[in-house]
């Protein structure tokens, strides 16, 4: 069982910066996949960023401005979020998952970005 726990979101200007964060339990974080995903009003989630042992990746709308990290002795994965566009206002959910473990996700966090 995985908890996951997501922290940093807030109402930002256009052009601003957030970052996200988001605490795992258990002992085996380093194990798992870890992605941002998010969910604006009437729109369905959506992929944002995924971290694993093999390396990163981006959703195109997200390439170039968006950068996630995990540190692992903290169980905690990251999502800096720089350039915001008001189009990135969503609840944000953070995802783990490995394969024959299932996958968990946080309560999200709300970021909104003002024009």
């Not at 605490?23 to 960023?49: C, D, H, I, L, N």
Request: glycine content about 12%; charged content about 20%; some cysteine.
């Amino acid at each position: 069982q995985v908890q996951l726990v997501e922290s940093g979101g807030g109402l930002v200007q256009a052009g601003g910066s957030l970052r996200l964060s988001c605490a795992a339990s258990g002992r085996t974080f380093s194990t798992y996949t870890m992605g941002w995903f998010r969910q604006a009003p009437g729109k369905e989630r959506e992929f944002v960023a995924a971290i694993s042992w093999s390396g990163t990746s981006y959703a195109d709308s997200v390439k170039g401005r968006f950068t996630i990290s995990r540190d692992n002795a903290k169980n905690t994965v990251y999502l800096r979020m720089n350039s915001l566009k008001p189009e990135d206002t969503a609840v944000y959910y953070c995802h783990a998952d490995r394969s024959g473990a299932g996958d968990y996700w946080g309560q999200g966090t709300q970021v909104t970005v003002s024009s």
